[in-house]
């Protein structure tokens, strides 16, 4: 017998005071360690809201940029056509007009009147179109 140590705990006040003062730090520590895992899963679950909220918010001004883009170059290309419209109105108008119709005629068909001469030159860069002011 000379291994074995049989040790009995007496049932006094002292014994049962320590006994309580162990439950209460098991159980301070026991909710120590869930108030942790809460806070933790709390920050976790936070962090991928902001995430998931910021990615959101940077996707909307991509595209909110790309739509101001898209809009501004659709703008340009109205104002060309727009230019572009009011220039044929006016070459229309000036189609109406004899002076200028004969012009035309004559630089774009080297049409000629009677007893005039036309000379063509290889630098001539006239593409049938008459400027007129």
Known sequence: MAGEHKIRVLNNDFFKLRRQQERQQDRKA???RVHRRRLIAIVLITS????ILGYQIINARLMAH???SQTQTAKEKLNNVITEQKNLKKKVKRLNEQDYLEKMIREKYYYSKEGETI???????????????
């Open 30 to 32: 026991r909710v120590k």
């Open 66 to 68: 790309s739509l101001n």
């Open 119 to 133: 000379y063509s030159f290889p630098n001539d860069k006239s593409d049938g179109i008459v400027d007129g002011k």
């Open 48 to 51: 991928a809201i902001a995430v």
